[in-house]
């Protein structure tokens, strides 16, 4: 098993770019979220899926969009980025929702300029 | 709504002393908790986790927390810290009906003293 993978590992953008985060997990995991890491803040909940075609916003939902079309993928857009976005994002995935050990991609360094 | 606080962003630890990380958390549900680790350069990965039973819960490489309900606290500790210890140390909590989602505190990055 791959667990999951995150591509890609770096990304620089200019503000006002869009861009997708990638997100594959092989577990078959029900539930997968997103999350930014920031220096201070450890890790803030962007959006999540309970299920294929089910998505739900987390803390810091502003400028990202999600979808969940297959169990396995679960990618992250970033419709026009800005220089606050600039932060690693970590996705995860788990059996459940309640109490289930969730499991972290590498990350992705993004840095906005 | 459900929160951590992890009161040291930062703990210098010579080698082979004991160390403990504290977390303390509040909820108005039950909760879920839990310690994740994560090494330079990599994502978390479950350090342990306390679900039910036994208040005291402990990982494969020497760690242990202890749930105390009166006190709100899951502190984490090491009676030997390693130089292979060295990571940010994040607590977390989830509940039950409505508050299921995992919210983390602004970690503990522990840094072991040759």
């Known amino acids: 098993n791959a667990g999951v993978t995150q591509t890609p590992k770096f990304q620089v953008l200019k503000t006002g770019q869009s861009m997708t985060l990638q997100c594959a997990q092989d577990?078959?995991?029900?539930?997968m979220s997103w999350y930014r890491q920031d220096p201070g803040m450890g890790l803030r909940l962007i959006h999540y899926?309970?299920?294929?075609?089910?998505?739900d916003q987390g803390e810091v939902p502003n400028g990202y969009n999600v979808s969940r079309s297959t169990t396995e993928d679960f990618p992250l857009r970033l419709l026009s980025a800005a220089p606050s976005q600039t932060s690693v994002y970590f996705c995860?995935?788990?059996?459940?929702?309640?109490?289930?050990?969730?499991?972290f991609g590498p990350g992705t360094r993004l840095t906005v300029l | 709504a459900q929160s951590v606080t992890q009161l040291d962003s930062q703990v210098p630890v010579f080698e082979e002393a004991p160390v403990e990380l504290r977390c303390n958390y509040s909820?108005?549900?039950?909760?879920?908790l839990f310690w994740y680790v994560q090494y330079p350069n990599q994502g978390l990965q479950l350090l342990l986790k306390?679900?039910?039973?036994?208040?005291l819960v402990e990982s494969i490489n020497g760690f242990e927390a202890e749930f105390n309900k009166s006190q709100t606290s899951f502190h984490l500790r090491k009676p030997s810290v390693h130089i292979s210890d060295t990571a940010e140390y994040f607590c977390?909590?989830?509940?039950?009906?409505?508050?299921?989602?995992?919210?983390f505190g602004t970690g503990t990055r522990l840094t072991i003293i040759p």
């Open positions: 899926s309970v299920g294929a075609g089910i998505t």
């Open positions: 306390y679900l039910s039973g036994s208040t």
């Open positions: 909820s108005s549900v039950s909760v879920y």
């Open positions: 977390a909590v989830s509940g039950f009906f409505g508050n299921e989602k995992l919210t």
């Open positions: 577990m078959n995991h029900e539930y």
């Open positions: 995860a995935s788990s059996y459940g929702l309640v109490g289930g050990e969730q499991f």
